[in-house]
């Protein structure tokens, strides 16, 4: 009878062992899936975000072709451009620039810049401006604006100085890019690198 019982007991130990080893084996497979699952959402990422970058480039290009051509092109430029002086106030601005902050040109005109800049960016905003007035080269800064619904859009600026003889006071023009979606992409790139970090280091 004790034979029996402890052969009972060998088989009950053994169909056990046989229920937890797949168990065990279940979560390597599913970090496996996950890690896989993580590189191919990061590839798909880091094709969206060479494609913008490649867009972001292409839109320099046209932005420098366009300032060649300013005369004829303001208005009607698909990029958004000001002409602001010393005080970042709004002596120009393009039908794009106009549609981007959601605001008539007309009650554009006379405003300052820095009023669509939040307020922990102000001080950033004023010191790039600074800059652009101290030389004459091309500057770029990246920063938040906000549009007259409070719209947050991420934009590259790009500014000059404009040399003009005949207007003693200093202005520049400066260009709003908008990579508000190139910006989105980084952030998820940024997540998931993150998370495949740290599956890789559980293993």
């Given at each position: 009878m004790?034979?029996?019982?402890?052969?009972?007991?060998?088989?009950?130990n053994?169909?056990?062992?046989?229920?937890?080893?797949?168990?065990?084996?279940?979560?390597?497979?599913?970090?496996?899936?996950?890690?896989?699952?993580?590189?191919?959402?990061?590839?798909?990422h880091?094709i969206?975000?060479?494609?913008?970058?490649?867009?972001?480039?292409?839109?320099?290009?046209?932005?420098?072709?366009?300032?060649?051509?300013?005369?004829?092109?303001?208005?009607?430029?698909?990029?958004?451009?000001?002409?602001?002086?010393?005080?970042?106030?709004?002596?120009?601005?393009?039908?794009?620039?106009?549609?981007?902050?959601?605001?008539?040109?007309?009650?554009?005109?006379?405003?300052?810049?820095?009023t669509?800049?939040?307020?922990?960016?102000?001080?950033?905003f004023?010191?790039?401006?600074?800059?652009?007035?101290?030389?004459?080269?091309?500057?770029?800064?990246?920063?938040?604006?906000?549009?007259?619904?409070?719209?947050?859009?991420?934009?590259?600026?790009?500014?000059?100085?404009?040399?003009?003889?005949?207007?003693?006071?200093?202005?520049?023009?400066?260009?709003?890019?908008?990579?508000?979606?190139?910006?989105?992409?980084?952030?998820?790139?940024?997540?998931?690198?993150?998370?495949?970090?740290?599956?890789?280091?559980?293993?």
């Amino acid at each position: 009878m004790k034979r029996i019982e402890k052969q009972s007991a060998k088989t009950t130990n053994s169909q056990l062992k046989d229920k937890i080893e797949p168990k065990r084996k279940t979560p390597v497979v599913e970090k496996v899936e996950d890690v896989q699952r993580l590189v191919h959402l990061l590839q798909v990422h880091q094709i969206e975000l060479e494609h913008q970058n490649q867009e972001l480039r292409i839109a320099q290009e046209e932005l420098e072709v366009s300032r060649n051509k300013y005369v004829a092109l303001f208005d009607f430029s698909p990029i958004p451009y000001f002409t602001l002086d010393v005080e970042s106030v709004i002596k120009e601005v393009n039908l794009s620039a106009s549609q981007m902050l959601g605001i008539d040109r007309n009650k554009l005109i006379g405003r300052r810049l820095i009023t669509f800049i939040p307020v922990e960016e102000k001080d950033v905003f004023n010191s790039f401006i600074k800059t652009v007035f101290s030389s004459r080269v091309k500057h770029t800064c990246e920063l938040n604006v906000l549009n007259k619904d409070k719209s947050l859009f991420h934009v590259l600026l790009e500014a000059l100085e404009i040399e003009n003889a005949l207007e003693p006071d200093k202005k520049c023009q400066i260009a709003l890019i908008d990579i508000t979606g190139m910006k989105k992409s980084e952030n998820s790139l940024n997540v998931l690198s993150e998370e495949l970090r740290l599956l890789k280091k559980g293993k």
